[in-house]
């Protein structure tokens, strides 16, 4: 298959360009009878959509889903469904100097590389707008989790350059423009991003996506074990560089007796492994952390070249989030969510006389 | 598809349990004409295989591989190639108190609730013994890769529990039983390895995989990313909970003046990305970290559940390596193998009259 | 993966119902720099497409085809092509009757029991016009063999009922409404086609789809051999009961001495197999044959149930063709391109050094 | 993927050449908690093995199947399940004629020309010999679908070169070298084959399977209906050019008042369907035809090229089958039950709320 295809029974292709006419993708493999309208994802795309704070890209688009197929008088047929997503504003401009050169940290080079032809205008495919339908695809499959085994996925942003964010609570999330679980520290963020804009500059992130109410059992080993296509996923969004599972890196420095989760006959007393064991699904809470570089696009002149092999500086004005992170979080779940929907239509499958179940020992 | 098979046009399917009757794999897709024998896979199965120092498990196995078909007077012919592993070393002892039992930080626990069945002994499907079989066809990539591109790869271990390796040379790698590109401090990591042993307790470790001579283009947005498909390939290898690909962690507190590797008509100027932009390789060398946690089978009792929920206490006595991360090499290596071959071909697929080759610009 | 995803490195997943609000594919796999526009397709979808004459049905769809990504300054990119097509005659009437019950020879029984929903407005997802989008996809397949072995596929109709229509010529296919390769029995097939009409009913049809100037090489035994995957292929159309290549059933009472072509050094000496051999292309012409049932939908009362397991008399007045088959003869040469376009990226990927030419012997 | 795997779900990939070590294959994705030892699928490798009447080839191979992993305390476990089978008769013999010469009807020609290499050792990977892995892994799934649905699948021959084999009874399938659901014709059909043989040619064959115990539902529309899958399957068999399902090709001349079932309160009136409408099953019988081409081996001298061009002549001496369809029985049931146990899964994976059940209206 190629490469604009992600899952295996619940699947999405994406199709869409940053400056083309429309974004979308078609979703094959949902379950029929599942209630579905637009109105459950637009939410979604409206937390990820560009805008909506000073901190983020100005582009102004309404990132309106409209749903195609797939879904007849409220419920799902289980024919494929397709959403798409009209491109407004698409600003027409002189393209002239990033369409003949390499941005420095873009995928300009490799595209040009790879393809021998590269849709320029605003990055084109590589550009992060296509995520778009993957968090509007992401959408049905946490309704699907949530009525299945009542699974809530949450990412959020726990460091921004070297600020540490401190986890105060969840509710906080969608109350600040950094997508952090947290309240006290948010002034000190605002003061600190407009410092990095000011500075012609760009900042890495990190964030944190947190899954609880799992099922014992997903996960398909032993290559497509869970934490490997979690892996998969998560280091598919554009600008990710790290993933971690569980305790992730801080494990090489652990020993067997810390790390290995003890279990009693009410759970287990530690999760190290951030639920996942031998790849498949403990029942216990998932925890990924990600690490997302600094935007590529600054408007600090750096050195680069240009098709023909000659030197140019080059520095990107106009609409760019100086911490493309700060706009992960949606993206982060989505991508979470279709993993474990995927898995857990795999897991009934082969595995339909075991039940897939929140396992009756207490969670940690 | 279920989990066993790993790749899209270059692919192998493995089989085999720690204790059952042998390992192996079928590798399809394999293009014709490559020169190919028994001997060009086993030395790196003899770098995987157990019992080669006192660091490691002393399970004896020969691990001696038999190409079964696909090979036609010396040369792959493009049927699918089967390699298969007898295992020898399947010692005859009591089960009883792991066949009931969850061991701490293993999968006994999913495998139990995902399946309703378990193959105990010493792990079954979920041993890291399966792994041979990834290390032999791994190495049919490797050959490959060299022939075509004159890739080279290389992995090494760069920390052993808190203690850090420092990089000294390659050339040193396989003259010590830690897989260390170093020689200075082999001593001390003898005496450290020796007192983790004694205190009946394990370590986790850190790898660096190294690929150098790559082809620019390797990679498919947007979902099979050359880095999404290393991070599922790398968190596939047993216990493995981390990946990093080129700065990886580090991004987070970068600014994105530092991060954007600038161009110059003679090349890249530094190589922060690890050699993938946009999820497309970009000729330079490729850069990966992985995290490995300690090994979960220790001396020291530990607290666990067995199949009716009741408590108990385990402690694995007999043949285990205190840091499964040590022999992790051979495997990181090999699965890089299987992905880059993986991607050459599916690039080659698309893209026929785009050449695959290594850039004419200086690697850094 | 879910069934509406064809190809494998060329890959079409299709959506859309026949009374939805559109129908469509996301092609993905399409290698970059082939010129195409909106022009290249829509001749192929009128070709297909209702209300062209009394013989079929009186639908009026313009399907016009959209693209809307994967296409830039007139080429494609390598990204995903996506393409629209909005319907725009649902004709608005009470569906009361087939909403509740399952019409005799339809998917009506089998949609409502495999997903327990089923949108019964015109066949939902198994109305034929699901088809449009793999005429649409055909289309940039046909162009690409074309231009890249000279490729030319043909369909046309050899049988209606129980008339044989002999072969004329090639160049008569479409001045005729029923797709034959002949001129002198067209006015009797009108008096036969309004019969059948006026009785009521509907009859079956036979088409033959011819493909030269096809390389040497293609198809991947043992499992997708070119037969296989055209067998496939052709099986996957609407109302398709049987297929053949080469000889077909014919090669039931044959010799062996008969059978297999014989070599000479300016060629083969007969074409008995259609081109194929071993599942592998021959180089030759291919050929094959299809039949398509009667349409189902007759304005004959029959006998059936309703959802309530009910006795019921339906019948079916309105839109309908009084034989499917003369509408087959686009689809059936869309598919035929897309395996053919499929199996030569596939051969092309494992096979770089072994050229994908057409023979240097004379074809048959 | 390659081609020689087979299915989404439940896949087999095989591996083996004719002359070859062992043949063999992976079964991957068999739901856990089956009972399963050697003695399930010996059976039906000893109704497909050579040497049991003077009607097919002599060679003798012992077909000794070999479990090597999946399996443990007699049931499966959900791993992967590797089946071997060696090679016993690699009669050494002088391939200097056949290596350097392309066979009349066989994929000497096409396999040469793919991929520039050729085991030509009794036709290497393209011989029917690779089938044994086919029938192995198909016992596995006729198992599963007996024990899930009470399935029962059986294949006879219908037609031998121009003698049609009436139907009696199917308890005579195994009692006659012809696999012929007949026992009054048997004494004219040895005659018939013996003065086939005596005059060193060799002929067609068709033959009928047919399952019964069918679950409603099964077939993933639009492309991987259920008879597009099985065209596929069966058209993947050695030397088939034709399939049917159903009415097959008698379709083309009947009424659609003829062809579409009625149904009533108590079940379908009729099966012209074959048992499938809309490519998913109808809970009826499954009825599918093959035609078998003539073994391309014989005899009598024919004209051919070699690897350089030039004309030969070639006549196959040793051990043939005079019509290679006597012996497909066994493969065509096993393909049709590896389909369908696929199927099942599939369907199994995105309707789980939907019982995948025989119909409780009574089957025809």
Redesign the interface.
């Known amino acids: 298959?190629?490469?604009?295809?992600?899952g295996?029974?619940f699947?999405i292709?994406?199709?869409?360009?940053s400056h083309?006419?429309?974004?979308?993708?078609?979703i094959?493999?949902?379950?029929?009878?599942l209630e579905l309208s637009e109105a459950d994802i637009q939410p979604d795309l409206d937390k990820r959509k560009p805008g909506t704070s000073r901190h983020v890209t100005q582009r102004r688009e309404a990132d309106e889903v409209?749903i195609?197929?797939?879904v007849?008088e409220g419920?799902?047929?289980?024919?494929?469904?397709?959403l798409?997503i009209r491109n407004t504003d698409q600003r027409s401009k002189d393209y002239g100097n990033i369409a003949e050169s390499?941005?420095?940290?873009?995928?300009d080079?490799?595209?040009w590389?790879?393809?021998?032809?590269?849709?320029y205008r605003g990055g084109?495919?590589?550009s992060a707008r296509?995520t778009a339908a993957r968090v509007a695809a992401g959408a049905i499959a946490k309704k699907w989790l949530r009525e299945q085994f009542g699974t809530e996925i949450v990412a959020y942003v726990t460091?921004v350059?070297?600020k540490e964010i401190a986890f105060e609570s969840e509710t906080h999330i969608h109350d600040n423009p950094f997508f952090a679980a947290n309240e006290s520290q948010i002034t000190e963020l605002e003061s600190y991003m407009d410092s990095i804009r000011k500075s012609l500059?760009?900042?890495?992130?990190?964030l944190t996506i947190h899954a609880r109410n799992i099922p014992?059992?997903l996960?398909?080993?032993?290559?497509?074990?869970l934490?490997?296509?979690?892996?998969?996923?998560?280091?598919?969004i554009?600008a990710?560089?790290?993933?971690?599972?569980?305790?992730?890196?801080?494990?090489?420095?652990?020993?067997?007796?810390?790390?290995?989760?003890?279990?009693?006959?009410t759970g287990f007393?530690t999760n190290h492994?951030?639920g996942?064991?031998?790849?498949?699904?403990?029942?216990q809470d998932i925890r990924v952390n990600i690490?997302?570089?600094?935007?590529?696009?600054?408007a600090?002149e750096?050195?680069?070249?240009n098709m023909h092999?000659?030197?140019v500086q080059l520095a990107t004005h106009g609409r760019h989030d100086p911490c493309v992170g700060l706009r992960a979080a949606p993206i982060a779940e989505a991508m979470l969510a279709l993993v474990l929907m995927d898995h857990a239509?795999?897991?009934?499958?082969?595995?339909?006389?075991?039940s897939v179940s929140t396992?009756d020992?207490e969670n940690l």
């Open positions: 298959m190629p490469g604009n295809t992600f295996q029974i699947t292709t994406t199709f869409g360009e083309g006419k429309a974004l979308g993708c078609i094959d493999g949902c379950p029929p009878l409209e195609l197929s797939g007849f419920k799902t047929t289980g024919a494929p469904i397709a798409l390499f941005r420095p940290g873009h995928a080079y490799t595209y590389h790879k393809y021998g032809i590269r849709d084109g495919r590589s296509e460091q350059g070297e500059d760009s900042v890495g992130a990190k014992v059992g996960g398909e080993p032993v290559f497509d074990r934490d490997a296509d979690i892996a998969h996923a998560m280091m598919g554009n990710v560089k790290g993933v971690e599972i569980g305790d992730g890196f801080g494990v090489v420095a652990q020993r067997g007796s810390v790390h290995g989760d003890e279990l009693t006959p007393k492994s951030g996942i064991l031998g790849g498949i699904s403990t029942g690490a997302i570089k600094p935007t590529s696009s600054i600090t750096r050195e680069s070249i092999g000659e030197s239509l795999r897991h009934r499958a082969q595995n339909a006389d075991v396992p020992i």
